[in-house]
Structure formats: structure tokens, C-alpha cells
């Protein structure tokens, strides 16, 4: 079965240190991943994407994500993290029905960032 | 910026009463979703819909509830008679195509709250 684990509930580093979100899969095929952010009171925002060719992937707001195939990894990071930062983060896998139109999200259970001054 | 809308941002029910949350998709979007965040919980898929059907369902969605389009504009989740632990934060979300790479735009969601 398809499923995404986050073994970070919550973390936290301080402003200007690097920081490494781990997330791994379980998928049969090649998976679409997605990683989201959930500010308090807002939507989920997607941060960045992989589904085929280079494995590091950059997204908005200074995000990066790896993906390793033989670690059935997905892992974001960021060089030096901002006090905007703190937020909840959300790793996902696309996922379809055989011949269906639509691919859902399979999320992970989050990770919670704070960030320390 | 185009963006996914949500009213109420939050609805508090009685145990056993209907309810109706609505979402206002991006405009050019064609496929819709339905997704649910119990407090503490990760966020689970409920329904996914397109061309005016329900194209996946989980289990999570019983016959207590039910999408609609009922303009070209709105996207509804009602679930008829609320329990306990329908309690949950429930995400509108919409893309512009089919397929994995194609981003999911989520709206701000609707905080239910069943007494």
C-alpha cells in the first residue's frame, strides 16, 4: 500500500542554521512527490515537486528536495533557515487508481518547525 | 493570484445535523478534491471529482456524504448527518489537469465542529 512516513513530529533550529526535513515512501512505481507547508490558519502551500529527471529539486522560498530511489527518500532542506520558516511541512505521494482521470495525495503525518532567534 | 476559497472557515453543528461546506475552485480548473485533517492527524483524501463525477472515493466516504457542482463555480461537500467524529478540518483542493505532476491548489479550509 501506498504510504508516506515523516518520523519528525517536530523540530526545532535556530534562525540561520541548515535544516533537513526527512520524509520516506512506500510506492510501487515511480512516485510523484510533492512537499507542502501549512502556515497557522492558511491552506496548504506547495513548496516544490518531483516526478522524473533530476533528482535534486529546487522550489520556492529557498527549498530544496532530494529524491534517492534506493532510500525511498524525499528529504527537504534549506542552507539557513528564517523565522518565517516556522510552519508545519507535509510530505506527499501522488498516487492513481489504474485508468483513473485523477491522482490523490497520500500525505505524511507532518513535521512542526520552530525556529528559535 | 488565482486561489481555492473556502466558506465557512468555520462551522460548529450539532451531532446528527446537515451541513454543507463550499469551495470556490480556480476558475480554469477541471478536477476537484475533497480532503480532510483530523486535529493531530495527517491529511486524508476523501473524493476526488471530475467532468461532473466522482472519480475516486476513499473509505472515509460513506454514504453520509456527497459532493456536488451544482454551478460552474462552486464545489460542495455535505455530509447529511454529522457525528462525533466527523470533527475535522476538511481542504478544497483543484488542478488544472490530470496526472501526478500536476499541482493540487488547496484552499484554507473549513474547521467543523460537531457537538
Known amino acids: 500500500a501506498q504510504s508516506v512516513t515523516q518520523p519528525d513530529i517536530h523540530i526545532t533550529v535556530s534562525e540561520g542554521a541548515s535544516l533537513e526535513l526527512r520524509c520516506n515512501y512506500s510506492?510501487?512505481?515511480?512516485?510523484?512527490l510533492f512537499w507542502y507547508v501549512q502556515s497557522p490558519g492558511q491552506g496548504l502551500q506547495l513548496l516544490l515537486k518531483?516526478?522524473?529527471?533530476?533528482?535534486l529539486v529546487q522550489g520556492i522560498k529557498g527549498f530544496e528536495a532530494e529524491f534517492k530511489r534506493s532510500q525511498s527518500s524525499f528529504n527537504l532542506r534549506k542552507p539557513s533557515v528564517h523565522w518565517s520558516d516556522a510552519a508545519e511541512y507535509f510530505c506527499?505521494?501522488?498516487?492513481?487508481?489504474?485508468?483513473?482521470?485523477?491522482?490523490?495525495?497520500?500525505f505524511g503525518t507532518g513535521t512542526l518547525l520552530a525556529v528559535q532567534p | 493570484e488565482p486561489e481555492v476559497t473556502q466558506t465557512p472557515s468555520h462551522q460548529v453543528t450539532q451531532m446528527g445535523q446537515e451541513v454543507i461546506l463550499r469551495c470556490v475552485p480556480i476558475?480554469?480548473?477541471?478536477?476537484f478534491y475533497w480532503y480532510r485533517q483530523i486535529l493531530g492527524q495527517k491529511v486524508e483524501f476523501l473524493v476526488s471529482?471530475?467532468?461532473?463525477?466522482?472519480?475516486?472515493k476513499s473509505e472515509i466516504f460513506d454514504d453520509q456524504f456527497s459532493v456536488e457542482r451544482p454551478d460552474g463555480s462552486n464545489f460542495t461537500l455535505k455530509i447529511r448527518s454529522t457525528k462525533l467524529e466527523d470533527s475535522a478540518m476538511y481542504f478544497c483542493?483543484?488542478?488544472?489537469?490530470?496526472?501526478?505532476?500536476?499541482?493540487?491548489?488547496f484552499g484554507p479550509g473549513t474547521r467543523l465542529t460537531v457537538l
Open positions: 476558475s480554469n480548473h477541471l478536477y
Open positions: 471529482f471530475y467532468n461532473n463525477e466522482i472519480s475516486e
Open positions: 518531483y516526478f522524473s529527471g533530476d533528482t
Open positions: 483542493a483543484s488542478s488544472s489537469g490530470r496526472g501526478g505532476h500536476n499541482e493540487q491548489f
Open positions: 506527499a505521494v501522488g498516487a492513481s487508481q489504474y485508468g483513473g482521470a485523477t491522482n490523490k495525495l497520500i
Open positions: 510506492y510501487g512505481a515511480t512516485p510523484y
